[in-house]
T-cell receptor
């Protein structure tokens, strides 16, 4: 069965650079969630989109932005990267109207040096 | 705000012994409850979920969990653990099917040969 696809799987950037993470949800899923998991931490919710509109916002820094496109894939744009942004970034997708169950991707490991 | 508590940050257990990982949630509203497993350097994998109905839920890899509304708990159990069960385990909750997943802080299970 198709799963949530994230790309790239690994990314190394220097401080003050920008990064773009991509998430391709499970077919027919209309909701995408982004989470950030720092080393030894639990995943923290960043932002979510439903039908291409932002539906909820968590602890996402102002340096980050995200959007969901017409094909429902989503991109997380991160600018002015800091060392503390090094983390595993998860994307999850779900279909609203189904009893809430988010399927997670394998994550993108971002390392800022 | 919805919150999930995992009282044990680390649980060491000998191979073939039983294990229980504890999870409690805030009781302000009805919830949907989940357990996720994260193997080293891997993404999040759904172990099991409670949506409604029977309070005893069986999941993959021989794990089960019991929803206890009066104690607001959703403890994870396995009668006999294997070395391959060594991983981080996250309890998670949703208020409604339209809500984001809220994770607990995680419990690191170490199975000792």
């Amino acid at each position: 069965a198709a799963g949530v696809i994230q790309s790239p799987r690994h990314l190394i950037k220097e401080k003050r650079e920008t990064a773009t993470l991509k998430c391709y949800p499970i077919p027919r899923h209309d909701t995408v969630y982004w989470y950030q998991q720092g080393p030894g931490q639990d995943p923290q919710f960043l932002i979510s989109f439903y039908e291409k509109m932002q539906s909820d916002k968590g602890s996402i820094p102002d340096r980050f932005s995200a959007q969901q496109f017409s094909d429902y894939h989503s991109e997380l744009n991160m600018s002015s990267l800091e060392l503390g942004d090094s983390a595993l970034y998860f994307c999850a997708s779900s279909f609203r109207g189904r009893l809430g169950e988010a399927f997670f991707g394998q994550g993108t490991r971002l390392t800022v040096v | 705000a919805q919150s999930v508590t995992q009282l044990d940050s680390q649980v060491p257990v000998f191979e073939e012994a039983p294990v229980e990982l504890r999870c409690n949630y805030s009781s302000s509203v009805s919830v949907y409850l989940f357990w996720y497993v994260q193997y080293p350097n891997q993404g999040l994998q759904l172990l099991l979920k409670y949506l409604s109905g029977s309070t005893l839920v069986k999941g993959i890899n021989g794990f089960e969990a019991e929803f206890n509304k009066s104690q607001t708990s959703f403890h994870l159990r396995k009668p006999s653990v294997h070395i391959s069960d060594t991983a981080e385990y996250f309890c998670a909750a949703l208020k409604t099917s339209y809500d984001k997943v809220i994770f607990g802080p995680g419990t690191s299970l170490s199975v000792i040969p």
